[in-house]
């Protein structure tokens, strides 16, 4: 994933649980702490964690809030990850301009999910 954003001329920044110096195509690495940061910062936020009781809910009302409006957010890692209640409020009210969906809490995505009526959001 660094390298494709690399290849496209992306700054590309990580967090990690335990931080440690950047992989090739990787500027900059922070720990859980620097998450704030880079929700902040990012245009593009891909989200490629394992479930954990640490990740569970990971992305929420909060932490979209801090996005920025313009920011895309893509997940491919669990659905359980984020809130997806929460992410249709946010795609609903423009607090970021989109997301791409691979994964769900519940799979498949049930019929009756708001997600699949808004436009900005791609679920494949």
Same mark, same amino acid.
């Given at each position: 994933?660094?390298?494709l954003g690399t290849a496209f001329g992306m700054r590309v920044l990580a967090?990690?649980?335990n931080p440690g110096p950047p992989p090739e195509d990787v500027n900059r690495?922070?720990? =859980?702490?620097?998450l704030e940061m880079v929700l902040r910062e990012s245009d593009y936020l891909v989200i490629a964690?394992? =479930?954990?009781a640490e990740t569970r809910c990971l992305i929420g009302a909060r932490e979209l809030e801090l996005m920025k409006t313009t920011a895309i957010l893509i997940n491919i890692a669990r659905g359980e990850v984020v809130d997806e209640s929460e992410l249709a409020a946010a795609l609903k009210q423009g607090l970021i301009a989109g997301a791409g969906l691979d994964v769900f809490?519940?799979?498949?995505l049930s019929p009756d999910s708001p997600l699949w009526q808004l436009d900005n959001c791609i679920i494949t």
């Open positions: 994933i660094a390298r967090v990690k649980r690495v922070v720990g =859980l702490e620097g964690v394992p =479930l954990t809490e519940t799979e498949p």
